[in-house]
């Protein structure tokens, strides 16, 4: 038996169905000839013959045999009993196996021909009602007329039936005769009453269609006479009009024109009136004010650019160099070029101003798009317009704002992007970010491509953590150092001072901060590695001149001693080494993102049962550490096994409020424990920071300027660092560096050997 596939066709037992001769050439795969026998299977969604699989079919059809293939075009199919099918297969040239059983209907229903000859009549008058106002009032009646029951009609009518594929389906899967024909009966009722519903739809849409074309017509003639208005006063232009003038010199891509030009359209229908005409005069006004134009690229003079980074920016040589670089590489291609920047650094380290300064040096204009707490992908996307409030993203609101196609866009604060239920806005700036995607970026608010690909981003953060792998991928990381105290007096007195006078309106040399007062409120009255918080306490010295000079007073000195009554504040609480040293006791480095510190990692043995704890609010990778710690000691003083066994050891680092995690504590850590268990005391002045392993080799980390300018500043005397961070020196400003003793160390027992702690198993032989 052929199997023949159809999809929403309505399969009734015992009923004639006609179907199309080339729609049965197509799904059964062959030529259709009479008296051929057929399994009717039911296909869930519409597929053609040759992607059909064995999900697709419905488990239960109808048999049936053709009884005519007609010359017209059609085969006429009278339908048999229902069929369960079963283990599917499809054949290499497509043809469907199936297992059909016969599905018997419900047993002992006993049915009463008259109450059903009743209900079929009432059908069809039902049928021929609905025809009467119809062309084919009187064919109709004759061919309803021979219809013998309601399966008949349903059969009739099935490519007109609104129902779905499901629908029709429960229906062919119901087991009762009875139920059958009375889901039949409810669903053409149903099809006709939604007919009805259309037509008169359809009357009433004609009026009111009668009503719009007098109206389109009058609004035409009422724009020709706009337009010979707005010709005869120009400063009286409307709306119209302005935004066609707009449109025919703004330079847009086709995309842009074509969709601009729609919303114009209507624009002109709605009216002033009309509740859109907001939404779609704000949408025009917006995609009209934009720069679609490419700016000309202009010759940059490399040495007045550096010129204006050292006149805007102290020190950052690096910084200075890596863009000097990007600009020249711009320059001789005479387009944007290279790597997407990212600045990373501690705040106040000059990483967003710099944005400005670039832009300055490269002649272009400069926006800045914060991106600190966004959580909605809209934020960078744009909304689209069918919300209520919809506007654009970020992005292009800041190129709107630039009103140049080639800005130079920083993008502050990109670590601290968050993600949400609306989305994941850092994936979303991939595109952004991406130079072979982003000449064709697509704000949903304006729905239409544009070149980003002119654009000069530049990127901030205070750290990597918190930025997505794809993301950071797409950028070159520069990091900003913290300064020195050298750099940050140079820093004030050229920046910040100056700029705090003009702010406050102090007149020049009314207002005096003698160096000594100065150095002492870098090092007493700032904790950072930039220079915001100083340009804090200037400003509050200019504000308390500020009152003295409007009181009367005629010059106003700031000396040392009496920066404790202007600045009203005690002196900041910054880490300094301690003068006495115990065993247990060690000083260790640290990377915070305001700039390096200190800490002390403190041990206590008491007895007990060889419990660790740990305290001071470390996180999982510090804690590893402290594990890893204690292990290695056990290895190289084998005879303080039994006394580890019988005791606690607690570890403690300081300042509990503050969470703590890494794993460059982790020599800091084993040596604590060293100087703990033999009893050998550290002086406080030695400092150390690196990542240690099982085998007591000691691994690189990072964040070492930041690291030594923090012990330079607490008054330590001897660093011992990773010997694979000797490279990373040369990032270390010359003060730093001779300020201290810096001692590259590859293994654990050489910084034991170095601080005179003895070493039983120098070679962890028996750590196995």
Known sequence: MTVLPLYNVMLIPETNLYI?????????????????????????????????????????????????????????????????????????????????????????????????????DKLKQALVSYFNNSQWANMSRGYIAQFSSIGEIAAAMSPWLFNSADDRYKILEE??????????????????????????????????????????????????????????????VSDIRKFEIALKDNGMNEDAAKEAGKVLGRLKQEGKNSPEYG???????????????????????????????????????????????????????????????????APGTG???????????????????????????????????????????????????????????????????????????????LEVLDPEQNNSF????????????????????????????????RMEVIEFQGYTPTEKEHIAKDHLIPKAFEKNGIPKGVLSIDDEALDTIISDYTMEGGVRGLKKRIDTLCRIAAVKIASGEEKVDVHKDELRDYLDMHPLHREKVKKESRPGIITGLAWTQVGGTILYIETLMTKGSGKLT????????????????????????????????????????????????????GIT????????????????????????????SVNPIGGLPEKLMAAQRAGVKHVFIPEENMDDLRDVAEEVKNALEITPVKQVTDVLGALSIPVENPSLSNNK
Request: negative net charge; proline residues 4%; aromatic residues 4%.
């Open 20 to 120: 199309q001769t080339e729609a049965f050439r197509n799904m059964a795969g062959k030529e259709p000839e009479a008296q051929e026998r057929l399994i009717l299977a039911a296909l869930k969604e519409p597929k053609n013959r040759a992607d059909i699989t064995e999900t697709d079919l419905y488990p239960i059809g109808v048999s049936g045999i053709i009884t005519e293939v007609n010359e017209n075009g059609y085969v006429a199919i009278r339908t048999k009993k229902r069929a369960d099918i079963s283990d599917i297969t499809i054949l290499a040239d497509h043809t469907i196996s199936v297992n059909a059983t016969r599905r018997e209907d419900t047993p002992g229903e006993e049915s009463d021909p008259e109450a059903e000859r009743a209900r079929l």
């Open 175 to 236: 087991d009762s005769k009875a139920k059958r024909t009375e889901l039949l009966e409810k669903m053409i009722y149903e099809n006709i009453e939604m007919s009805n519903i259309g037509q008169e739809a359809a009357s009433a849409q004609e009026a009111d269609y009668q009503k719009i074309y007098r109206e389109s017509a009058l609004k035409k003639q009422i724009d020709y006479l706009q337009k010979e208005l707005d010709d005869m006063h120009p400063e009286n």
């Open 279 to 345: 939404m779609l005069y704000d949408y025009l006004d917006f995609v009209t004010s934009l720069s679609w134009k490419k700016e000309e690229p202009k010759d940059i003079d490399l040495k007045q650019a550096r010129a204006v980074l050292d006149e805007d920016h102290y020190g950052l040589k690096k910084v200075k160099d890596r863009i000097i670089q990007q600009i020249a590489v711009m320059n001789l291609k005479k387009q944007q070029a290279g790597s997407i920047l990212l600045f990373v650094g």
């Open 351 to 429: 990483k967003t101003s710099i944005g400005k300064s670039i832009a300055r040096a490269l002649g272009r204009k400069y926006v800045r798009v914060a991106l600190g707490g966004v959580r909605d992908e809209a934020e960078i996307r744009g909304h689209r317009r069918t919300y209520i409030g919809a506007m654009p993203g970020r992005i292009m609101d800041g190129i709107h704002k630039a009103g140049v196609s080639n800005p130079v866009m920083v993008l502050d604060e990109i670590d601290k992007l968050q993600d949400s239920y609306n989305g994941d806005p850092a994936a979303a700036l």
């Open 442 to 473: 697509t704000d949903h608010y304006m729905n239409v491509p544009y070149d980003l690909s002119d654009v000069l981003f530049i990127c901030t953060a205070n750290t990597l953590d918190t930025i997505p792998a794809p993301l950071l991928n």
């Open 614 to 665: 740990i305290t001071g609010q470390l996180g999982d990778v510090m804690k590893e550490s402290a594990t890893i710690a204690l292990s290695l000691v056990k290895a190289m003083y084998p005879s303080k096994i039994k006394l580890l066994e019988k005791s606690d050891i607690h570890i403690h680092v300081p300042d509990g409020s503050t969470p703590k995690d890494g794993p460059s504590a």
């Open 669 to 696: 850590l084993t040596t604590a424990l060293s100087s703990l268990v033999t009893g050998t005391a550290v002086t406080p002045e030695v400092a150390m920071t690196g990542e240690v392993s099982l085998n007591g």
